[in-house]
Structures are given as C-alpha cells and as structure tokens.
Nanobody, 117 residues
C-alpha cells in the first residue's frame, strides 16, 4: 500500500525527488515518514509529515536540504532532496503510522539513492 519511487544515481550537489503513493494510508490522523538505511548501517529517520496539518519534522542531518510535503488529493508524499552528499546514499523508505502510535506500522519497499563524488 506504500509505493516509493524516484531513486537513482546522482552526483554530489544534485537534487532528487522521491515519491510515495500512500493510497490506503492517506488518513487524516496518520503520519507519513521517510527513513533511510545506508549500507552496513541501521535504518534512520529522515523526516515526517502529518496528513491533517502538514506539520513536519526533520533529522538534523537533512535539515535545510530536504523538504517533505504531501498532496492530500493525490494521496502522495514527497521528499525533495537538494544539495545531496555521498553520505545521503541509502535505500529510502516511506512509512506510515497512526498519530497515536510511536512505531510505524506500514512500510514501502524502498528506493535506492546513490550519490557519487
């Protein structure tokens, strides 16, 4: 039910936009998040946005470079990534949870972003 797309190979400083089709998880009281997992590292939080108010939270490592947004009508969530760095290389996942929950319950299949020097 969560379909992430938009990954690819880019160079340092380039931009990329990831998309996540939320379909059944586009509920008013849900939170949509982006996570990433680099090779040999644990999965980490990148950003989240609430469906109702569009409130956003970012990891310090991407603050000022990445922007999460949503299109309620299209039930889509986006992650605009600017000024990409090699350390941004990872598989990026979109995920969803109820605003009343701490853990994310639904996960997409991931899309690979590779940033070369």
């Amino acid at each position: 039910q969560l379909q992430a797309s938009g990954g690819g190979l880019v160079q340092t400083g380039d931009s990329l936009r990831l998309s996540c089709a939320a379909s059944g998880r586009a509920r008013i009281n849900w939170v949509m998040g982006w996570f990433r997992q680099a090779p040999g590292k644990e999965r980490e939080f990148v950003a989240h946005i609430t469906w109702n108010l569009g409130t956003t939270v970012y990891a310090d490592s991407v603050k000022g470079r990445f922007t999460i947004s949503r299109d309620v009508a299209k039930k889509m969530v986006y992650l605009q990534m600017n000024s990409l760095k090699p350390e941004d290389t990872a598989v990026y996942y979109c995920a969803a949870r109820s605003s009343a929950a701490y853990e994310y319950s639904d996960w997409g299949q991931g899309t690979l972003v590779t940033v070369s020097n």
